[in-house]
Structure formats: structure tokens, C-alpha cells
């Protein structure tokens, strides 16, 4: 076997795209997330002039109190009829698109199992997608269906984040806030305003926008080809930056109506990760010590810089049965090299790589390359960047709950160390609230390892698999663990359009969603009525280096100790099988 | 009981009501500063040949004829660059169906060009993500050279011309991949551009 790469896997300008993209991201951080904290205050911004009148109007209609509060389990249970409702309206949409107007493709309703794991994959903020776009979904479908449930869903998200933060703020009271005000506020002056911008600039760059039916060209060589379109642009801007990723045609972020440049590709890029790591300065503002705020980032931004690298370096390493054909797959200024294979020759090795860690970090999902066509390792990077529970950035709002359930077991963890009762912010945190973490911690882990064995054993499980050997297990574990932690990514070969899998990777998603918010809630309500500790010399600060190594070292040792057998059994025994020539 | 039914006007208005404002006046309004903004862009960025749609400069073709430039490989069901059906192949790297699709790349361009012994270059056998890539990269394009020079009987220093115009570096000099968008450069070979 000829050596695989001759050349530097990470090149000079990965060095400069990937260090211009953390740049952009950092900077971005401190106006959103200073922002964000402001609207979850209840304080006017400069948005409200604009907005202020829309939001009494809903407020207004439906019915609610926006100064009344709620405890936890009031608000828990907003969250889950609010979600309810939302399924409902979805599914039927679905299945009956074809009743619906704005079909001009004349396609059918949905079946019940695809309607079922759909509504479920949209409402949870998976986007997971069993379907092709362009082959099922009318505009309607998308526009009026699964563009709502895009900005919804982290809305709530961002909601219950809220609430958890307000838990650790306040003191001896039970109320948390009001979930409607909260998602509502988060729709209007969060996730809509920074979409409309999106989705214009997309749109001036060369992402579609059009109601037209697809239209047939006559190509050069005398074929005809007929082309999908639809209201593209205006989906696509929040399918980025609400961390859904369900994408308008098939192929997700690789299409070039959906990503038609470089620069399309770093913005959606940064839309990714741009408001799960504003939340960490939104956390900081809100508890009043912006440092506690950084630690949090920095915990994050050290897990994924490695990892990130990691898989640029192995895709651009190429594949060494093609080394052995002469196929030259060294990086130059005249090819991007490396492995190839479901890659676009715009995004090329390096973009590719970053958009895989960065999809996958936060709870996104989209995708600009196919994941199942990386090499074995660089396709780790991605699954075990969603089995550490979507926490490094993750979801929108849920990417920062997430993490304070990793903070508080790291705060235990040093607390029984020094043998002191554990505080965070000030908070004890005691035996209810460990339980919390743990049902928060466990459920993703339980869910990924027993949904993987049931549809390995399974014969409807394994009809699903498309590339053979080790390859084959990995499409398995990669589609239950990103429906468990609500992802939403594939190895896309597995065809999951089943009765069988529409319905496992349906109540993954839905628990994977719900055992989480919930124990989060009740979190928040428990630290809410608890007094706040002064600190003193024996308090363990939250805000410094010696914390974020702890808290890595947590967030890390769950995963891998969760995780570690399956990761041997799927890439790690597939890298030896292509190493071995 | 109780706190389910006091959500329940507030579940269903809001839904309806974020339906109305997310789902319709949003979607609406961009497509209102689209059309009037960017109206090419808008409906497909499509190329007209007297009236007639050929092509869109973002979505590849199929070409196999030697005297075109050959975009990547696509893996869309039923024919290759089907715009209706995006899809990537999804192999994996050491699936026997990947080789056989490299292999057979590479024997068509050695029977398209038989006295070629460069080294070909990766993005010239291997599928595309979207099945749809409009373009190659600069090394894929100069290996084709040769062969499309000999098969329109003109000098290669017109064909590379051609690939030139249509040559785009990283945008700002640092972001993307350089890259050659295929149709254009056919298109101005076959004098339509």
C-alpha cells in the first residue's frame, strides 16, 4: 500500500479558514449574546420600537398575562402543550399536503410513519429527515409546515434556557418566568430579525426564491434535466441559525441552491454555531459575572478546536485505494485533494471538514458533504461530537442547558473531592438536582446504545444498511445517536424511510427532546426557592482554567465512557480495514 | 387539569398566529425583496439560449462527448446531474462499488485521451456531494486540456483560455477552493457565451 499523502494535512490556508472562522464566531459572540440577555430580561431593545406593538398583539390574543410568572411545573407544562399543539398542526399539514395549496409538483401526502417521524423530528429541533425534499415535500409542506417549526423549536430551546438561568439568579422563589413570553420574545426579536437579514444576503448570492413549478432545461449535450426549486432562501436562513438543518432538497447544504458559494458556505457556517455560543455571554450577562459566561465557552470552544482539526487533517489525508489507482490527492493551488468523495469542489477538504465538526457540535444537522463517504476517522469526529450530548455549543438554547447539567455533576464531582457540600453561582446543589443531571446525562446514552442494539437485531434494522462491514454498523449508530441527541445528520446511505425506522428514531427524538427539558425544569424550579450561599475562602470558583479542565474532563469521560465499545466497533475497525489495503 | 386547560387558548392562538407571521409573511416578504432585488438570482440563476433555458450556472451537466469539459462524477438516480433528485453517492471509503466507479472514470478518460499520462486528479473520479457540482477544480480542468483541443481541431491555448474566464479563485483569497465552472466554460467553447 502507497503512502497516502505526501504533503502537510493541514495546509496554510486551513490554518487561515479555520482561525479566520473561530475569529469571526468569537467576535460575534458579545453583541448577540449581550443582546439576547436584554430580551430575556423583559427589557426594551432596539428592536422593540419595531416589534413592541406585534408582541402586545399576540400577548393580547392570546390571552396571556405577560407579567404573571410561572413555576416550574406551570411552565413545563406550557412547554409540552405548546409542543403538542405544534405536532398536531405539523402532521396534518404533512399528510395532507396534497389537499394543500402551493403544490405545484402535485405531489402526495405524506405516509402516516413519515408524517409521524417528521412532525416528531421538526418539533423536537432534530430536522432528522427520512424524506427527500425535493421528491416529497410541496412548498407548502415546507414554507407553512417546517419553516414554523424551525424558528419554534429554538425559541423553546432558548425559552428553557431562560428559565434555568433565572433559577440560578433568583432566590427563594418558585416562579421561573413565563414560557410564552419567552418564546415569543425569542421568535421576535432573536431568531425572525437575524433570518430576514440570512435569507436576503443568501438570496442576493444565488439561493433561490421562487413559488415557479420546477422548470426542464435543455442541456448542451441535448438532454433534458429538469430542476428543482422553491422558496429556498427564506428557509435556509433559519434552518442555519435556529440549529435545525433540515434541508430544502435532499442533499442538504450541498446543493448549490441551498449553498451556492464560498462565502454562502461561511456564512451559514457561522449562522451554526452563532447563537449556542452567544447564549455563553447571554449566561454570563444574566448572572451578573460575565466570566462565569467565558469559562462555559471555553470549555466548549477546547473540546471542538481538536476535534474540528482532527477531521480536516483525516479527510485531507485521502484514500489510499485510490493512492494505490494514481489518483493524485495532494492538496495545491490548483486542487483541494484529499478525499474527495462526497465533497463539492467549492467547499473542498477544508470546509467540508469544519461544516461536519461544526453541524455536529451544535444540535444543526445540515450538511454541505456526505458524512458516510468521509474516511472511517474523520467520521468519528462528527459521531462523537453529537454523543457528548450536544453540549459543545449544541442546540440553540438547549446547547447551554445541556452544559449546565455537565456543570452541575462536574461541580458535584469536585465538591466530593474536597469534601465540601457543592455550590454553583452560589446555589447548593444537592441530592434533587444530581438526580436531575443524572436523568439528563443517562437518558441520551441509554437511548443511543439500546436503540442501536434493537435495530442491529432487528431484520427490518439491518435491511436499512447500504455500505457493507464495519461501515454498515456505523450508518446504525450514527442515525440513533443523532436522532437521541437531536442532531438530525446521517450517514445518509442507511435508508431510513421504513416503517421500522420512522418509528424508533421517532421516540428517540421525542425522548431524547422531553428527558431533558423536563429534568431542566424542575432544575431550575429547586434552585430557585434555594437562598444563595455568600462565597467565602473555601468556595470553588467556576470561572478559571482549573474549572473548564474539570468540566472538559466531565463532559468528555460521560462520552466516552458511554461510548467508547461502539466507536471500536463501527470507524475505529473500519480505519484498520482501509489501512490494511 | 387545570393548568393544562388555561395553556390550551394560548398553545393553539400562538400557533397559529407564529404560523401566520413565520410561515407566511416572512417567507412572503422575502420573496418580495428578492424578486424585485435580485430577480436572477431569485428564479435559478438560469442561462437562456434565444428564449430557451439551457442550464443554470449553479447546477452541473452531464458531459461525456470529448470535445466538453467533464464536470465530477454524479451518483442522482435514474441519470447523472438529475437537478430533480440531488444525491450524493454515500460510499464509503472502502466499499468495492467506489472502486468500481474510480476505475471506470478513469478508463473514460483514458480511452477519450489515450497518450495522457498525468496523474488524474481526485475530484475527476470521484461523486460529488450534491450530484449537482457545477464545477471542478483548475487541476481537473488542465488534465482535459489535450483532449478537448484534438477533438475541436483548436489550439489547447484556446481551450485553456476558456477554462480561464471561467476560473474563480478562494473568495478574498482565503475562503473556498479555487474551482472552474464547467457549463460556462462549454458554453463559451461552443461560442454561446
Redesign the interface.
Known sequence: MSPIIAGPLLTG?AW??LA?YMAVLTACVVPLGAYMARVFEGKRTFMSPVLGW?ESL?YK????DSAKEMNW??YA??TL??S???FV?LYLILALQNLLPLNPQALPGLSPDLSFNTAVSFVTNTNWQSY?G??TMSYFSQ???L??QN??TPAVGLAVMAALIRGLVRKETSEIGNF?VD??RA?LYVL?PL??IL??VL??????????P????????G?D?????G?V???E??KMIGTNGGGF???NS????EN????T??LELLSILLIPAACCYTFGAMVGDKRQGWAIYAAMTVIFVPLMLFCVAMEQS??P??AA?????LA?????????????????I???GLWASATTAASNGS????H?????LGGLVPLILMKFGEVIYGGVGSGLYGMLIFVVIAVFISGLMVGRTPEYLGKKIQAFEIKMASIGTLVPGILVLVGTAIALMAKDGQAGI????A?GFSEVLYAVTSASNNNGSA???LSANTPFYNVLLGVCMLFGRFFIIVPVLAMAGSLATKKTVPTSAGTLPTHNALFVAVLVGVVVLVGVLNYAPTLALGPVV?HF??IKG | MK??VS?????????L???L????V??A???F???V??PH??????IRDHG?????T????????PE?LWG?LSATAT?P????????????????A??DA??GR?KALKAADPGNTA?????L????????????????A?YQVHRIAIARHVDEAAVRSAIASSTKG??LG??????VNV?EV??RL?GKL
Open positions: 490556508n487561515l479558514q479566520l406585534l399576540i390574543a392570546c390571552g396571556i411545573t406551570a407544562v406550557a402543550a405548546f403538542a399543539v405544534s398542526v427527500a425535493e421528491t414554507m407553512v409546515g419553516t414554523v424558528f419554534v410564552w418564546m415569543i421568535n425572525l433570518s430576514l435569507a436576503v438570496g442576493a448570492l444565488g439561493v433561490v426564491q421562487t413559488f415557479a420546477y422548470i426542464t432545461a435543455h442541456t448542451l449535450q438532454a434535466q429538469t430542476i428543482a426549486l422558496p432562501a427564506s428557509q436562513a433559519i432538497f435532499n442533499v450541498a446543493h448549490p441552491f451556492p458559494t464560498p462565502f458556505n461561511f485521502g484514500n485505494h485510490l489507482l494514481h489518483i493524485d490527492q495545491s493551488h490548483l486542487q483541494a485533494g484529499g478525499n474527495m468523495e462526497g465533497k463539492e469542489t467549492r467547499f473542498g477544508v470546509n467540508s450538511v454541505n458533504a456526505m458516510d463517504s468521509f474516511t472511517p447500504f455500505n457493507p462491514g461501515q450517514f445518509a446511505g473500519e480495514n482501509m | 393548568i393544562l395553556n390550551l387558548r394560548p398553545a393553539i392562538v400562538s400557533t398566529l407564529l404560523t407571521l413565520l410561515g407566511g416572512y417567507p416578504l422575502t420573496t425583496i428578492l424578486k432585488g435580485f438570482q431569485a428564479e435559478g440563476s438560469l430557451h433555458v439551457v442550464g443554470s449553479l447546477i452541473g451537466q452531464n458531459f461525456d462527448k466538453y465530477r441519470a446531474y438529475n437537478a430533480g433528485a440531488s444525491s450524493g453517492s454515500n460510499l464509503g471509503v472502502n466499499n468495492p467506489l472502486l474510480v476505475k478513469i496523474p488524474i486528479p481526485v475530484d473520479v470521484t461523486a460529488s456531494a450534491s450530484g449537482l457540482d457545477p464545477e471542478i477544480s483548475p487541476a481537473a488542465e478562494r473568495t482565503v475562503l473556498g477552493e479555487p474551482r457549463l462549454n458554453l461552443d
